[in-house]
């Protein structure tokens, strides 16, 4: 019983990995949190060294450049290329509104 469990949370726990996958972020204009949350293997603390760095140094001018921020290194950068990003704002997609038809006035 106890195997059948742990078996049936281990495959929960693999189907939902892309779940916690990276999401789209300007590291250029974005805040700790949102660095944080949207980036896979960086916590609060390495986010908030990315913006006290951008803070210092200006703003990044390629995605090599976040190596030199302590606490990432290149599996990091790795990981997360495709979604940093230098430029652009990254919303969370909203949900599309119902379409409703349209009544006409005549019956």
Known sequence: MFKKTLCAL?????MALPAFAATPVNINTADAQTIATSLDGVGISKAEAIVAYR????A??????LGNVKGIGTKTLARNRDEIHLSGSFAPAAAPKPKHAKRSGKH
């Open 10 to 14: 281990a495959l929960s726990l693999a």
């Open 55 to 58: 803070k210092t140094h200006g």
């Open 60 to 65: 990044f001018k390629n995605v090599d450049e």
